[in-house]
């Protein structure tokens, strides 16, 4: 009897191993597979295992005491089927995606536990050491598959550039601290009134992902493609120009978006610099927001390449923008050339918040440097612009309230465009604005100093205050006028949109703002 107790305990912590290693994957993953961060979020997000370890440590105790019980065995079994189960309902926001590089990964760590997990039949502490190592194994696999990976991700990689150079569109790059995504659909959806455009899906800007899109999607029929360019270190934004070999460029922004990541707003300019240095330097001319002329790297190359740099602003710039805000939301929107390149252009964009000026204003000025014929018909295109999802997306039903879904915005600019969006647009419904925000992540030293400002906005504009997991930004939660707006605090934004449904007019407005990936919304209890 006890050794069939001890074979069914062995099946339940198979069990239980199976999940744990897909629910560590699944954090693994959002890591983008990076070993050192997913060591911090181990601590952060606490999935290192407690619940089962500690049932098996209670097991081995009263098994002792008992001098071997079938019994308590069957118990344990039983609690760690429960574990399981419960543990297969956690809702991921972004479920493990199980790729071939995932199931690699994943096969390698459940052979590296193999050992101590039959181990475990004759030692039950065998069982505390496999639960607890799993998310090492998981590191372990992926670091000794990495020759194997970058072979296959080399072989994937040189298929793209040789079909993007058999094709030759022209090559557009995108890049900055926030805003490219916008600007890379807005750019998208007016460049089509010249011809066809290729772009990648979302926010992919890395070059596995635009290997992946343009091995897949890229055709004869595309005049133009647009990468959209990230950066995770100086030299990232020069390795996709190597492989993409844009003619011009777009810099939208340079701000602390990602300062943790750099170290500092002046390693951010220098890296996003790599775009307009590459442009110029091969004959080509980048579109730039006046602002980052503020950052060395950017005047030192507007000085050097001169009327190849353009600069877009509302003062003191190539192209000087004005805009005028309409009833409802979106803009109209002028240009005017101040050396008389084109003549003075007006357009409607029908996005709401006023960093699509800039968004949209970048975007048109690039159009007319590629094709200025469409110069005449480029403001039919700007009047239909579609929303861009969870970008300051409006969402509307009739007898609902109205939402604004922002929830891939994560910087202070967008973070405050937001915000008095909601507020303008609560005053006109004559309801509240409610916010529903986790803060802003990956700000490095300027993490309190941000969160300190966004609180002054909220006041300003805020009626109630959703905060998703409290303890991540205590700077913003204490600078909040709790006499001027309600504040709740909430774990996640699934306790969030429960409670507002029980406390909602049609009347009012919900912005979700910064919905973070499930690593930083809430800590586990594995």
Not at 72 to 77: E, P, Y
Not at 173 to 187: A, C, D, Q
Request: proline fraction near 3%.
């Amino acid at each position: 009897m006890i050794i069939l107790a001890k074979l069914i305990v062995l099946g339940a912590l198979g069990v239980l191993l199976h999940t744990r290693l897909r629910t560590l994957l699944a954090y693994f993953q959002q890591e983008e597979y990076d070993g050192a961060r997913y060591l911090s979020a181990i601590k952060s997000v606490r999935l290192y295992d407690l619940r089962a370890s500690g049932v098996i440590l209670v097991a081995l105790v009263l098994n002792w005491a008992a001098g071997g019980s079938a019994f308590v065995l069957l118990l344990l079994a039983g609690a760690l089927l429960a574990i399981t189960w419960d543990e297969k309902r956690y809702r991921f926001k972004k479920p493990l995606a199980m790729t071939e590089r995932a199931q690699r990964i994943y096969y390698l760590a459940a052979a590296m536990l193999v050992a101590p997990f039959l181990l475990s039949l004759c030692w039950l502490i065998f069982a505390i050491i496999t639960i607890q190592v799993a998310p090492l194994a998981l590191i372990a696999a992926n670091r000794l598959l990495v020759p194997f990976q970058s072979r296959i991700n080399d072989k994937y990689i040189a298929e793209a550039k040789e079909k993007l150079a058999r094709m030759d569109p022209q090559r557009i790059g995108i890049t900055g601290s926030f805003g490219k995504t916008t600007v890379k659909h807005i750019l998208a959806e007016i460049l089509e009134g010249s011809a066809p455009v290729f772009y990648s899906r979302g926010s992919i800007n890395t070059v596995l992902g635009l290997t992946r899109h343009i091995r897949q999607r890229l055709q004869w029929s595309h005049k133009y493609f647009i990468a959209e360019m990230g950066a995770y270190g100086e030299g990232s934004i020069k390795r996709l120009c190597d492989f993409a070999q844009p003619t011009v460029g777009i810099v939208t922004a340079v701000g602390d978006a990602h300062t943790e990541r750099f170290g500092s707003i002046d390693a951010i300019a220098r890296a996003k610099s790599e775009l307009v240095e590459y442009v110029c330097s091969n004959g080509g001319a980048a579109v730039i927001n006046a602002e980052v002329l503020r950052h060395a790297p950017f005047a030192t190359l507007k000085e050097k390449y001169g009327r190849q740099v353009v600069t877009v602003s509302a003062e003191n710039a190539d192209v000087i923008v004005n805009a005028q805000a309409a009833a409802g939301g979106g803009w109209t929107i002028g240009l005017h050339w101040v050396d008389g390149t084109h003549a003075d252009l007006s357009f409607d964009l029908p996005l709401l918040g006023d960093h699509n000026v800039m968004n949209a204003a970048l975007a048109v000025v690039l159009t007319l440097l590629v094709d200025p014929k469409v110069a005449q018909e480029l403001p039919f295109f700007t009047k239909t612009v579609s929303q861009i999802p969870h970008r300051l997306q409006k969402i509307e039903n009739p007898g609902e309230p109205l939402v604004l879904d922002d929830a891939y915005n994560a910087n202070e600019l967008g973070f405050k465009a937001a915000v008095a969006t909601l507020h303008d647009l609560a005053k006109e419904r004559g309801g509240r604005a409610i916010l529903v925000t986790p803060g802003v992540a990956e700000l490095g030293m300027e993490h309190d100093a941000v969160h300190v400002r966004l609180a002054e906005t909220c006041n300003e504009f805020c009626d109630t205050i959703y905060i998703v997991n409290p303890s991540r930004i205590r700077s913003f939660v204490d600078g909040l006028d709790q006499s001027r707006v309600k504040v709740v605090t909430v774990a996640s934004f699934y306790e969030a949109r429960a409670k507002i449904d029980a406390d909602i007019t049609p009347d009012d407005v919900v912005l979700y703002e910064n919905d973070l990936p499930d690593l930083l919304e809430e800590q586990r209890l594995l």
